[in-house]
Structure formats: C-alpha cells, structure tokens
C-alpha cells in the first residue's frame, strides 16, 4: 500500500503560471518535507512541516510556499514558475524531525515549465 | 554550515566487481543514514548507523561509520545490475538535515 503519494506525477506549467502540487501520507508522520531535486543532484530541502509548525531552509526562494491543511496533506505551491523551477519535487515524511528518524518518499512530481 | 561530500561522484564497474562510496563530512556527526534512489525513482533509506566504529551488514552491502563519526563508507560485494542507481548519505543536527552529494553507480555485464 502506497504510504506517500504525490499527485500529479508530471505537471506542465507555463512560464509565470501558479501551480500547486499535492501530497498526501497514510503514515501520520509529524513531518513533512518538501525537496526539489535536479538532474544529477542530491536533494534539496525547501521546507518542512513539524505538526502545523512551517519551517522554511535559509535559501528558498520566496516564491516557494506550502500549506499543510491537516497531518496527511500537504501542498507545495509555486507563485510565479521561473524556467529554473523545472525539476522533480519529492515529498517526504517522517515520524519525527531529526537526522535519526527515517524518511519515507514519495514518487515525486516532475515539473515542466514552458 | 555543514558540508557533506561524497566520492566517487559516478563509478562504473563490471557486474561482479565491488563498489565503495565513501561520505566525509566537515563536522562530527551524530548519526548517519543511507538512502538508495534508483534511476527515474525516489530515495529509499537503507539503513543507519550510530556508533562510533559501527560496522552494518545488508546481505552484499557493507556499512561503516568512522571512529571520528566524522566519516562513513558503504561497499557493495559482487555488485549486481540490480544495484544500479545513486546511493546517498543523510544527517543532521537538531536544526539541519543535510544528503550528501551522491554517488551514482551504473553496472553492466
């Protein structure tokens, strides 16, 4: 049974054009992570959330935002996609926030931009 | 801030042959995790290792954390096609988590 699902898959969005992307958890994890991840590269965490606590990395561009609306969703929701924003976003969940604790990944949802 | 490299960056072996990807990291750490992400897929943790010296095995992979936890290694025996992706290393502290840059495996017969 899928524990992390990401919806949609692939997502084509045109230059400029708010999307949002979803992901939900059957785990009930406190924490969920959003990472964008580019070709050849490691991944690169945007934000988390502890619980309804949001938690934004130093470095995410502010055109980066998320909402978590109750513990199995969350949504990640980019205002203005640059072509540099193409890439695959991953969503992660753990049970608690820390280097100790396992993360659990979604599929991903690769973002074309046009 | 917390720097985590890994070498090789890309290794490429005969099926059979065995395969090293070592994590060294700039500060010590208190843990460190592995994850495997397959080509076209998600990363999917591997396994964990605490202890100073600690040593982890998984079947063909080998795990080991460094005496001064600053440093850690995982090695594959008889590498399989099976094995192909990119394998990373994973910490953190209380306020950052931080993948170690990869290392990307391919095999072939």
């Known amino acids: 049974d899928a524990m992390v699902i990401q919806n949609p898959r692939y997502q084509v969005t045109q230059f400029g054009k708010p999307v949002t992307l979803s992901c939900s958890q059957t785990l009930n994890h406190n924490v969920m992570y959003w990472y964008q991840q580019k070709s050849s590269q490691a991944p690169k965490l945007l934000f988390h959330?502890?619980?309804?606590?949001?938690?934004n990395e130093a470095d995410t561009p502010d055109n980066f935002q998320s909402r978590r609306p109750n513990t199995s969703f969350c949504f990640l929701d980019i205002r203005s996609p640059g072509l540099g924003d193409a890439a695959m976003y991953l969503c992660?969940?753990?049970?608690?926030?820390?280097?100790?604790?396992?993360?659990?990944f979604g599929p991903g949802t690769r973002l074309t931009v046009t | 801030g917390q720097q985590v490299m890994q070498i090789p960056q890309y290794q490429h072996v005969q099926e059979g042959e065995d395969f090293t990807t070592y994590c060294n990291s700039s500060?010590?750490?208190?843990?460190i995790q592995w994850y495997k992400q397959r080509p076209g897929g998600h990363p999917v943790f591997l396994i964990q290792l605490v202890k100073s010296g600690e040593v982890k095995k998984q079947k063909r992979l080998t795990f080991q954390f460094g005496e001064a936890k600053k440093n850690s290694s995982l090695h594959i025996t008889a590498t399989q096609t099976t094995d192909v992706g990119t394998y990373f290393c994973h910490t953190g502290t209380a306020s950052k988590l931080t993948f170690g840059t990869g290392t990307r495996l391919q095999v072939t017969l």
């Open positions: 992660a969940t753990s049970r608690d926030w820390g280097g100790q604790y396992e993360q659990y």
């Open positions: 500060t010590t750490l208190s843990n």
């Open positions: 959330y502890y619980d309804k606590d949001f938690n």
